[in-house]
């Protein structure tokens, strides 16, 4: 039975009580896989398995029509932390609302999923949170080709995410550089 690992991004309902999942596999591409009877089986998809921002590992059947149908999987890793700060948790669902949108099926970005786990990572033991938000909005529209790295964004597109908190910005640069974004992720409808 094939399987592989992916970061989950959104879960929706599906009938009576199927799902339908949108993952990040861990080559970049983004996946649309059905899980039948999920909100049934609680032997299969024990412990949230199936809930958005869980690394996970996968097993699957592909379906006659090309439909892939989880059958069962484990968390690899659930980025316990976020769970436990609102402030956290809003940044990680923005920026895989972000991934869902921006990312394509059938086409892999690698730094996409390493862009993504790493700064979730980050994200659970940050003191800044809105500064990584940041950063990782400029990478992710540096990696999708919607922005250039200038003497604004230079830094935050050539800095590893763990490295984030050495950026330091004033008030007013940090409202500058994040309406920058705004504006990139507004105008090709990513926020």
């Given amino acids: 039975m094939p399987s592989g690992k992916f970061i989950l991004l959104r879960a929706k309902k599906f009938r009576e009580c199927d799902l339908i999942i949108d993952a990040l596999s861990n080559d970049g591409e983004k996946v649309t896989l059905k899980a ?7 032997r299969r998809f024990a412990g949230g398995l199936l809930e958005p921002l869980n ?12 439909n892939l149908i989880v059958q069962e999987g484990k968390v690899l890793y659930g980025f316990p932390r976020l769970r436990e700060d609102y402030n956290k948790l809003e940044v990680a669902f923005r920026i895989i609302k972000m991934i869902q949108k921006g990312s394509q099926e059938g086409f892999d970005q690698q730094e996409l999923f ?9 994200l659970e033991i940050t003191e800044s949170p809105q500064l990584l938000r940041l950063q990782f ?3 992710y529209l540096f990696y999708l080709g919607f922005l250039a790295p200038n003497g604004d964004t230079s830094e935050f ?13 004033t008030d007013d640069e940090f409202q500058y550089l994040s309406k920058i974004s705004a504006q990139h992720l507004k105008q090709i409808e990513l926020i």
């Fill in 36 to 42: 039948m009877n999920a909100l049934k089986s609680k």
């Fill in 55 to 66: 690394f996970v590992e996968l097993h699957f059947t592909e379906s006659k029509v090309g």
């Fill in 114 to 122: 390493d862009l993504l786990g790493n700064t979730l990572k980050q």
């Fill in 137 to 139: 909005e400029l990478k």
């Fill in 157 to 169: 597109v050539s800095k590893k995410v763990s490295e984030h908190q050495s950026i330091k910005l």
